[in-house]
């Protein structure tokens, strides 16, 4: 008695090649395939995603360098603004001045006036006055032109005293 049976051995072994054989032309053929056919996806899905990530950075790029160019317009104009606005304050402030000083300047050709008549008026009473001693101290009666020349002689000497 045997204990391996030969035939039965060499049966199984074309058994086994003959099903490896079977598999390998119908099942792992396919299965290769289907396996190649998945890696090759997922390699072209990771290029997709390398792909999109790019994308994705440089539109960030983009937009970053937009957003700069945006902020960069956006204190221009604020410093336009400014200027423009300093540039208004100085007209008025020279407006106000220009304004002031014509007001200073009316006010003093109204004082000078008022100072002149103020001396005519003045020159007018010590004319009076002084015809009025005059004819007190003379006792005598003099003409008007006389006593207005008389008059304005004395105002002209006390002007000039002064």
């Known amino acids: ?16 090649l003959l099903l490896v054989w079977i598999l390998r032309r119908f099942a792992w053929g396919p299965l290769l395939g289907v396996l190649e056919a998945r ?8 290029q997709e995603a390398d792909r999109r ?24 104009r604020l410093m336009e603004a400014v200027t423009e606005g300093q ?8 407006q106000a001045q220009e304004e002031a000083q014509r007001r200073v300047e009316r006010a003093n050709d109204e004082i000078a006036r008022e100072n002149e008549k103020a001396k005519e008026i003045l020159k007018q009473r010590i004319i009076a006055l002084s015809i009025g001693a005059a004819e007190k101290i003379l006792r005598q009666k003099l003409d008007e032109d006389t006593q207005r020349r008389l008059a304005s002689e004395f105002v002209e000497e006390v002007g000039a005293l002064r």
């Open 1 to 16: 008695m045997q204990l391996i049976d030969v035939r039965q051995v060499v049966t199984q072994v074309l058994g086994f």
């Open 39 to 46: 890696r090759q996806k997922i390699v072209g899905e990771f």
């Open 53 to 76: 990530k790019a994308e994705a950075a440089e539109l960030k790029a983009r937009y970053e360098s937009e957003l700069r160019g945006i902020e960069a317009q956006a204190r221009q």
């Open 87 to 94: 540039k208004v304050a100085g007209e008025i402030k020279a």
